[in-house]
């Protein structure tokens, strides 16, 4: 079955410094990948998404991801962190064969000024 | 266009009842995703609706149910609701798998 860690619940950075959010997955086949953001009280929010073709994917609100199929991974980066982007980030590997995603415990980041 | 709708925002139940959510998927769409978001529980998938169907359903009691209407929109039913029913339900609707969810703001189910 497969499975998506984040291994941070929380990080704290500093407003302009950079960012690296975490992601590992467990999948037999070629993931479909995906990073969500989620707002207080709110839905999620589709970042970017990988599913084949160049590792490093571009987002919006600029954010990047690099998919690095030999560790499994799928690390979500900012250059230089906005204090509106504190929020929750998810990540979600889709299963093509149950046809739902499975979403990892989330990432809360704090920003600050 | 349109988001994902869901109605209504916020719902208060007792114990024992019913609780009927609804969510209108983006036009276009027709795959309709539901996810429970409980405090400290994450998401987790509850149903999934194409074309009308489902097509799977998550590890969930039967007392969870929905369906998928001509028009896409869908409504999850939860009968005989328990505390622990307490959460935040999201729906999501998606145009293909690769292009991934796009989510509602959900409804804040509370059951007292």
């Known amino acids: 079955a497969q499975s998506v860690t984040q291994p941070d619940i929380h990080i704290t950075v500093s407003e302009g410094a950079s960012l690296e959010l975490r992601c590992n997955y467990s999948?037999?086949?070629?993931?479909?990948l995906f990073w969500y953001v989620q707002s207080p009280g709110q839905g999620l929010q589709l970042l970017l998404k990988?599913?084949?073709?160049?590792?490093l994917v571009q987002g919006i609100k600029g954010f990047e991801a690099e998919f690095k199929r030999s560790q499994s991974s799928f690390n979500l980066r900012k250059p230089s962190v906005h204090w509106s982007d504190a929020a929750e980030y998810f990540c979600?590997?889709?299963?093509?064969?149950?046809?739902?995603?499975?979403f990892g415990d989330g990432t809360t980041l704090t920003v600050k000024p | 266009e349109a988001g994902v709708t869901q109605s209504p925002t916020h719902l208060i139940k007792t114990r024992g009842q019913q609780a009927t959510l609804r969510c209108s998927p983006i036009?276009?769409?027709?795959?309709v995703y539901w996810y429970q978001q409980a405090l400290g529980l994450g998401l987790q998938f509850l149903l999934w609706?194409?074309?009308?169907?489902?097509?799977n359903r998550g590890n969930f009691p039967p007392r969870f149910s929905g369906r998928q209407f001509p028009n896409y929109s869908s409504e999850l039913n939860v009968n005989a609701l328990e505390l622990e029913d307490s959460a935040l339900y999201l729906c999501?609707?998606?145009?293909?798998?690769?292009?991934?969810?796009?989510f509602g703001s959900g409804t804040r189910l509370t059951v007292v």
């Open positions: 036009s276009g769409h027709t795959s």
């Open positions: 999501a609707s998606s145009r293909g798998e690769v292009y991934g969810y796009t």
């Open positions: 990988y599913f084949s073709g160049d590792t």
């Open positions: 999948y037999g086949a070629t993931p479909y």
């Open positions: 979600a590997v889709y299963n093509t064969n149950a046809g739902k995603s499975t």
């Open positions: 609706y194409d074309e009308g169907e489902e097509r």
